[in-house]
């Protein structure tokens, strides 16, 4: 039983275009959500947050809104840059100081 | 600052055997997490701890995987008995826990049952 789905196991955008990942969680008791960022052979890397008592989060390229009545997140870079090509993990968490939840991963493919 | 580290980063060993995996987290943050992700899978909570208080073990997929940590610095997983099915990369992570959400992660180790 999923909590934090990422359907889509990948997407592929040109440079320069915007990227679109898209998660849906169930857990009604989450309160926060995080986007991590994986390259190979590294360890999977904060990139940005919200809030549940928001519904939007900017930092540079990278936006995270979130819409709490559909349980959707969705993370926004624009414009997309080949660097940015890696797998972007959407997780939840249902309060400061417990684990994580965890999607499957969409991996990003920025072709130049 | 130093990030959370861990070793080794690869292991290859053959089923029935036993396996250590270390993990040194930031320096301050009081809790540290150990997660393993599987083949096309995501992220899987194992434990988690917090101080001096019991570890949180609702993750240990059997009573061969334990873990341990010396106060509020290293930890280390043990899985005995290795299966194929343990074939992962075994990720640590830790945060200040009474401070942020934010976890930090090490690079993992990944461990190979033959």
């Known amino acids: 039983d999923q909590q934090v789905k990422q359907n889509s196991p990948s997407l592929s955008v040109q440079e320069g275009r915007i990227s679109i990942l898209n998660c849906d969680y169930t857990n009604s008791m989450f309160d926060y959500f995080l986007w991590y960022k994986k390259y190979p052979a590294e360890g999977p890397t904060f990139l940005i947050s919200i809030s549940s008592i928001k519904d939007k989060n900017e930092d540079g390229r990278f936006t995270v809104f979130l819409n709490k009545s559909a349980k959707h997140l969705s993370l926004h870079i624009v414009p997309s840059q080949p660097g940015d090509s890696a797998v972007y993990f959407c997780?939840?968490?249902?309060?400061?100081?417990?684990?994580?939840?965890f999607g499957k991963g969409t991996r990003l493919s920025v072709i130049a | 600052g130093a990030g959370v580290s861990q070793s080794p980063s690869n292991k290859v060993t053959e089923k029935g055997k036993d396996v250590e995996l270390r993990c040194d987290p930031i320096?301050?943050?009081?809790?540290l997490y150990w997660y393993r992700q599987r083949l096309g899978q995501g992220l899987e909570f194992l434990i988690y701890f917090q101080g001096n208080s019991a570890p949180d073990k609702s993750g240990l997929p059997s009573d061969r995987f334990s873990a341990e940590r010396t106060g509020e610095s290293v930890s280390t997983l043990t899985i005995q008995r290795t299966q194929q099915e343990d074939s992962a990369v075994y990720l640590c992570?830790?945060?200040?826990?009474?401070?942020?959400?934010?976890?930090?992660f090490g690079p993992g180790t990944r461990l190979t049952v033959t």
């Open positions: 320096s301050g943050h009081t809790a």
């Open positions: 997780a939840a968490s249902a309060g400061i100081g417990t684990p994580l939840v």
């Open positions: 992570a830790s945060s200040l826990d009474t401070m942020e959400y934010e976890q930090y």
